[in-house]
């Protein structure tokens, strides 16, 4: 059974939990947190009483609040995996 997630997966969802934003962003728990709230926050104020999904959000309100685009996360995303692959492990470094 597959318990990793890829950041490549994830985007290809519509909507997203914390958990998402954070594998999607490279960011850790907190600053993923106020960034879900901050999100959050603006679908609320636009759904007013029919938000019924509070612990999600969609991903085309995270892009409009990030400023970004969908395709300029994807080059991201293949940046942050080109620049793994290129670095050195820790293991291969010696003890």
């Given at each position: 059974?597959?318990?990793t997630?890829?950041?490549?997966?994830?985007?290809?969802?519509?909507?997203?939990?914390?958990?998402?934003?954070?594998?999607?962003?490279?960011m850790?728990?907190e600053?993923?947190?106020a960034?879900?709230?901050?999100?959050?926050n603006?679908?609320?104020?636009?759904?007013?009483?029919?938000?019924?999904?509070?612990?999600?959000?969609?991903?085309?309100?995270?892009?409009?609040?990030l400023?970004?685009?969908?395709?300029a996360?994807?080059?991201?995303?293949?940046?942050?995996?080109a620049?793994?692959?290129?670095?050195?492990?820790?293991?291969s470094?010696?003890?």
């Amino acid at each position: 059974m597959k318990t990793t997630v890829t950041p490549q997966e994830v985007i290809a969802k519509t909507y997203l939990n914390i958990t998402d934003v954070q594998i999607l962003l490279g960011m850790t728990r907190e600053p993923a947190r106020a960034l879900f709230k901050q999100v959050k926050n603006i679908e609320t104020e636009k759904l007013g009483k029919f938000d019924v999904w509070p612990n999600m959000i969609q991903k085309d309100n995270l892009l409009k609040a990030l400023h970004i685009s969908r395709d300029a996360l994807l080059r991201d995303l293949e940046l942050r995996e080109a620049n793994k692959k290129s670095a050195p492990s820790v293991e291969s470094k010696g003890a």
